[in-house]
Each structure stands twice: as structure tokens, then as C-alpha cells.
């Protein structure tokens, strides 16, 4: 048993967290920079940092992923920053030339106190910034919050620094994508082209994050949004921000500075997700939904009719990002499953309230909780209670899953030991059928595997 001190009992803890159900904030501001064409994310703070968060994000996409650091030592540890920064950026400007540097802070230069505001300015009006270059921050103390809330804010960041504000708009809807894989920002941008729906969607980590080996290497992959569609993100009629914990406040910031409406939706995971979420771009951009999209969302309920009778009153247990979970805790109980156990490590209210209207009258004995004390530990202890049948989350969940023998699907952020997560989508309906697929395999690869010899089926 690897899990072996998780007791079954279970007492409150107020100030100790185990097996946290996230991790730091400057990743999330790494990944969204990166869905920035010619972006070179910048970590101010020491090398330790930034080499944690490049190797997480490499280990998860299995990309090389580049980005720069202040290299704080003693000194600036103890005197702050600034000259390291203004340094730093000049230097990247002259040797790596990006189009922009997205400068995230670290746990280390906010409890010094670095006024990465004031420093970003300074660097502008010493030259430091050539022409046509941009350089852009956000604030990511990792004490508190977590790596969506640091997606979050890089993604206001965005906002902030280039949408632009215009009279006339433009028939074009913005889409802000919550953390999701470039797979499924992929699967999005071919979903708006197949209704004609004109989006800008940001940011994009598709072709950056999946890039085709081609045996040249790209420093800056030809993927990500552009410079301009984000400038003309303030020209758009409206925004879809998927996902609340990751874009509703980029989305509120871009209506009070270019007064583009907005509309706040979940992932679209599973059947209901999706349907919000092709019925609202379809009205946003004035376009109809084509046959080909009616006709996919007809497979996924073929598929599940076909296999409801291996999913009716399934136990699952799952934990990640709340805006993974709330999508997905629909999409089970959508195909007559029970989501027991629920935890995210990401602090907010919304979460509690999601849940509650979402499970209350489906599974009202369902535990859930999120925020700091809502740490995977918690979760075992809840399945040594009382077992569940089903395992969904990142790749932490491979030591409950093989030390309480529970099918196991990885689903979310970090998933460092298997591929693929990356290449095939979540999300739509083509994405909740690779979804179902995955959740039905580890169902049926469990009962073959442990059924009696008498019972075993060819055909099951
Ligand atoms: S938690 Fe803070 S100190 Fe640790 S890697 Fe993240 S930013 Fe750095």
C-alpha cells in the first residue's frame, strides 16, 4: 500500500493540507502566455521557480517550453528586483526576440514587494522596449490561489494591456478559453468554423503546445492568438467566457473598458455543456447550427443509450479544477452516474454553490468541498468510508486508484504519465465521446479483469 497512513478516520484539520489538489499560481500564467504568439513568459523570482513551472508544463505536453527568469540571488531577495527585471528584459528583447514578455510574479518577489507595475513602466519609458514589442505582467503570488487563478489573471492581463475600445463593432464574437488542452481549443475554433461563426479565441495553445514535429525547431510556434486579434477583441459584439473561475474577470474587464457584453458559461464538457454552448455561440454570431453538428451530438446519445446499462449508479470520485468538475459532475449525472466525492484544491465560493444546484436533489449525500483544506488525502479517506467505482483526475490519482484497486481515468492538469491528453479533445460532443470512451474502458477493463472465470464475456 503506498497510501497506507491515509487513516479512514478522519479529523478536522485546520492548517495542514495533504496532497494538495493544485498546484502554484505562475503556471496557469505560464500556459496562458504561451497561448500568446510570440510570447516569451517571464518568471520574476528566483530559477527554482520557473524551472518547477517548465518542467510541469513540459512533463503534461510533452513540448519544451520556453520561458525566461529574473534569477533572483541574496541581493535581490533582500533589495528587490527591479534591476534584475529591467535587465532581464532587455536582454530577451535583443537575443530571443518576442513579440511580447507576459512577466508573472512569484511567491518571492510579492513578499518583497516588488511593484512589478512600476518596474514594467520604468523599462517602457527607459527604451527598454523596443518599437512594436510589447511587454505585459500579472501579479501571481502562489500563498494563495492556485494555477487557475494565475491562468485567470494572465488571461485579464491580456485584457488589460491590449483590447481596444471602438465605436463600431465587428461581427465577431469573443470566445475565452478556460485551462483547457490545445486539443480541445483546437476542437473549439473547428466547431465556430463549422457554423461560420467568426471568433477570436483566446488565448490558444493550439499548434503551440501540439506543434507537429517537422524537424525544424520554432522557437515561437506558429500558433497562438495574434497581436491584433487581441487589440480587436474590443471591436467584438459580445464574449463567451468558458469556464467562470478562469475568465469571468477578463470578461468583466473587456465589457467595462470596450463595452462588449458577455456571456459566462461552463466548459462545454459533456451533453449539456456543449448544447449551452453552441445554442449561445449560434445566437451570439447570428448563425444557424449546421446538420454536421446535430448529427455528432446524435452519436454521443447513441453511444449513450448504447452503454447506459455499464454507467447506471456508477460511484465516482473526481478532483482538479473546479472548472473541469462542475461540467463533468453534470456529464455524470447526465449518464445516470453518481459523482460521490468532489475536490479542488482552487479556492471560490461559486464552486460550493455549482455543486449544491447541481447535486443536492441528484445525489444528496455527495460530499464536496474546495479551497485549501479540500486536498486529495481528504478524498482517500471519504473512499476508505465508502468505496467509490470510478476514478477521474490528474495523475495523482494513480496511487488511491492502485491502492483501492478503482478504475482510473486521467482527466485534467498535470496527467505526467500517459500522452494523448493533449492530441484528443474533451470537449463538444466528438470530445464527450472520447470522454465516454475512457470512462467506459476503465469500467469494462476492471469487471474483465476481475470477474469470476464462469462469467467472463466475449460480448458483454
Ligand atoms: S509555490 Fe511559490 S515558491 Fe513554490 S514554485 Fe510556486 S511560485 Fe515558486
Not at 167 to 193: F, H, T, Y
Amino acid at each position: 500500500m503506498l497510501l497506507r497512513h491515509t487513516t479512514e478516520n478522519i479529523i478536522d484539520r485546520t492548517a495542514l493540507t495533504i496532497n494538495p489538489a493544485k498546484t502554484c499560481q505562475p503556471i496557469g500564467a505560464m500556459y496562458a502566455a504561451l497561448g500568446v504568439h510570440g510570447c516569451l513568459p517571464h518568471s520574476h523570482g528566483s530559477q527554482g521557480c520557473c524551472s518547477y513551472h517548465r518542467s510541469a508544463l513540459t512533463r503534461h505536453y510533452k513540448e519544451p517550453v520556453m520561458a525566461s527568469t529574473s534569477s533572483f540571488t541574496e541581493g535581490s531577495s533582500v533589495f528587490g528586483g527591479q534591476a534584475n527585471l529591467l535587465q532581464a528584459v532587455e536582454t530577451i528583447f535583443q537575443v530571443y526576440n518576442p513579440d511580447i514578455i507576459a512577466v508573472h510574479t512569484t511567491c518571492l518577489s510579492e513578499t518583497i514587494g516588488d511593484d512589478v507595475n512600476q518596474i514594467a513602466q520604468k523599462a517602457r519609458d527607459d527604451g527598454k522596449v523596443p518599437a512594436g514589442k510589447y511587454l505585459i505582467h500579472c501579479n501571481t503570488p502562489s500563498y494563495v490561489g492556485s494555477h487557475v487563478t494565475g491562468y485567470a489573471n494572465m488571461v485579464t492581463s491580456l485584457v488589460k494591456h491590449f483590447s481596444a475600445k471602438s465605436v463600431s463593432k465587428k461581427n465577431q464574437v469573443n470566445v475565452i478559453s478556460g485551462w483547457v488542452e490545445p486539443s480541445d481549443m483546437r476542437e473549439i475554433k473547428k466547431l465556430a468554423a463549422e457554423m461560420n461563426a467568426k471568433i477570436v479565441l483566446f488565448p490558444d495553445t493550439s499548434d503551440v503546445m501540439d506543434a507537429p514535429m517537422t524537424g525544424k525547431h520554432e522557437f515561437y510556434p506558429k500558433g497562438g492568438v495574434t497581436i491584433p486579434e487581441l487589440i480587436s477583441t474590443g471591436y467584438s459584439k459580445s464574449t463567451i467566457g468558458l469556464g467562470p473561475f478562469c475568465t469571468e474577470d477578463a470578461a468583466i474587464l473587456l465589457d467595462n473598458k470596450c463595452k462588449v457584453k458577455f456571456d459566462i458559461l461552463e466548459i462545454p464538457i459533456g451533453l449539456k455543456a456543449t448544447d449551452n454552448f453552441i445554442m449561445t455561440l449560434s445566437r451570439a454570431a447570428g448563425v444557424q447550427v449546421p446538420d454536421s453538428i446535430t448529427a455528432e451530438r446524435g452519436r454521443l446519445i447513441d453511444m449513450i443509450t448504447d452503454m447506459h446499462k455499464y454507467l447506471f449508479g456508477k460511484r465516482v470520485a473526481l478532483y482538479g479544477d473546479p472548472d473541469i468538475l462542475v461540467p463533468l459532475t453534470e456529464f455524470l449525472l447526465t449518464l445516470d452516474m453518481k459523482p460521490v466525492y468532489i475536490v479542488s484544491g482552487t479556492p471560490g465560493k461559486r464552486f460550493d454553490a455549482s455543486m449544491s444546484k447541481l447535486l443536492n436533489k441528484a445525489v444528496p449525500k455527495a460530499k464536496y468541498k474546495n479551497g485549501e483544506r479540500a486536498d486529495m488525502y481528504l478524498m482517500h479517506q471519504w473512499i476508505k468510508q465508502e468505496p467509490v467505482d470510478l476514478l477521474i483526475g490528474n495523475t495523482y490519482g494513480k496511487y488511491i486508484s492502485r491502492d483501492e484497486n478503482i478504475p482510473f481515468v486521467r482527466l485534467g492538469f498535470p496527467i505526467l504519465d500517459r500522452v494523448g491528453h493533449s492530441y484528443f479533445p474533451t470537449v463538444g460532443y466528438a470530445g464527450a465521446m472520447h470522454l465516454l470512451t475512457n470512462i467506459l474502458n476503465a469500467i469494462m477493463d476492471k469487471q474483465d479483469r476481475d470477474c469470476p472465470e464462469e462469467k467472463m464475456e466475449l460480448v458483454m
